[in-house]
């Protein structure tokens, strides 16, 4: 349910990269002083370069940059790195994903405007003297069977959301997209010449929730959600111009997160897929389409198989990753073995491999470690040299950051919760993971709830433990990754079971020492947010105080204000989470809602919002801290008016933040660096609650100054 100088380069300027990190080992922490107060800027600005990525025809070597402060796509010949230059100029949030078209001339991505998720596709020729992106799907608006725009509450006309479905080396020029243009609900399918913006229609789409297209941009396939909340997928036995789908697969509910079409090798021949039936974990299987033979490739007991290397001409999987507390990696083709154990000795940490040039002579693969920054190489496989090409933020190298350190804790039920323990580094002198004394303690709860934590560089968690506190990251049942029975053990449980999940978890760190029972807090975003409403409403006297942002406070408003593309999977949500179209159903749904509660809430409680969420609308949190001020229940209400569902522009992540430790080290007694300058260039404003968090009505008034 739940993660970009406009007319600069038109006029011919170009601009430098950044230049790049040092590549010197980590100081030792010994040569830092341990208690030093990391900057929120260091830990939540923009990271000097990322996302790097070789162009199909090795040619290329690509990045995101700040561009005058924003994040931007920067361009450079293979093996020049420091002669790399801006080719996009986005002035607003910033350019966060992007990928090489096979023409080996233009980059893509897609941003949306102020957090709305209305995505546009947009095309940079990275050859121009003067690159200039370009809007390959300017339509503003989605009209009815009236020819007339479909105006939201708000008064504004809906915009229709793109996605981009597939690439192909057959079609260099060209990219496949969807477009719900002409129903809000569904995605038609269409062909995108980069070059022209031409559009093409390939299928129109009145019922499938997602389509199954080979490297020939035929449709083959096609899926949709079933009434009793899981999917049945179908092959096309005719041709684009005439579908012809027929039944396939029938997927249960139960098996739903686990399994499903993942795509087909070059040849059309093969259909790969996650499949999860008769077992609990989702394994990878190959599947000869014409005779319906599967075939194992890889399996693990306790995690479903996630990313993967495919060969970037034949298609062909080559190697599985598996994550159940940290990262496996699986090799299907002996081709790829000795560049996997080459790998596995170049750099300290997690790799993923980011990008294969097409004939798979250079991969850029990026390290993550837990206490430092990411590493990305330009890999040469038939000289088996790496080359570092940067670090994403070398202000991290020699700060005293903290090992995360990967649990299991036992539920009340039996159930082992995957989760991941960040403690400040100078509490723990002899490295066994308790501290010298209970801390406080903050559980920072991912969102979701089909999602997961993972080991690895957590800027949140890192500043956690260096204001002091203990960060404790859990995967509650409902999240996804460690098999069907686990994320299926989530099911109407929000409120419940999940919640329950995370008190055990509470209880286990006070158990331990490692967390004092009289300074807990629940901190988290989206089910996260929903999470912190949840503790402080349904159990209100056991944290002593908490942070949701853009959390829902009641799941039957939520559930009914979907964005109309997630109408397809409604009854998913129907049996996840609970069906909000009968009577019986609102009245749980109210049953699991903290705005039913509100009466409850004793402790501090912080609020983050956009104003222009989607998927959580600011009508989440206005309720909520409506029925608070009614109630005389004192409440901080934080709102951007630029952002969506969650913070993106560094300017406003750098103000939450400032608020949320002033808020948290109030309440909890952690370190708190000054607000500082960190409100300049942002859009917040609070509307309700700024006397409740020391320092934060004075910097508000500073803004004006």
Known sequence: MLALTAGVLMGGATFAAPPAADPAPVAKVAEVEKTMLIPREILFGNPERSAGRVSHDGKFISFIAPLNGVMNIFVAPIGQIDKARAVTSDTKRGIRNYFWAYDGRHVLYTQDLGGDENWKVYAVDVTA???????????????????????QPNGKPLRPAAQIEAVSSKFPGEVLIGLNNRNPEFHDLHRLEIATGKLTLVTTNDEWAGFLTDDDFNVRGASMM?????????????????????????????????TGPSGFDASGKTLYMLDSRGRDTGAMFAIDVATGQRTLLAEHSKADAGGGLSHPKTGKVQAVAFNYMMQEWVVVDPAVQGDIDFLKKLSPGEFNVTSRSEDDSKWTVAFVVDDGPVRTYLYDRSAKKAELLFVNNSKLLGLPLAKMIPLEIKARDGMELVSYLTIPSWTDPDNNGIPNAPLPLVINVHGGPWARDTWGYDPEAQWLANRGYACLQVNYRGSTGFGKSYVNAGNKEWAGKMHDDLLDARQWAIKTGIADPARTSIYGGSYGGYAALVAATFTPEVFACNVSVVGPSNIRTLLSTIPPYWQPAIEMFAS??????????????????????????????????????????QSESDQIVSAMQKKVIPVTYVLFADEGHGFARPHNRLAFYAVAEAFLGHNLGGRVEPVGGDFAGSSISVPAGADQVPGLSKALGEMGK
Request: net charge negative.
């Open 129 to 151: 003297a003067n690159p200039d992106a370009r809007d390959l799907t300017p339509i503003e608006e989605i009209k009815g069977p009236d020819g007339k725009a479909i105006m």
């Open 226 to 258: 079933n009434d009793k909340g899981g999917s049945d997928v179908f092959l096309n036995k005719g041709d684009n111009a005439k579908a012809d789908f027929q039944p396939w697969a029938s997927i249960a509910m139960e098996d739903s997160m686990t």
């Open 576 to 617: 996840r989470v609970g069906d909000h179209r009968t009577e019986e159903g609102k009245k749980f749904l109210d049953s699991r809602s903290p705005l039913t509660f509100v009466e409850k809430i004793t402790r501090p409680l912080l609020i983050g919002q956009g104003a222009n969420d989607p998927r959580v609308k």
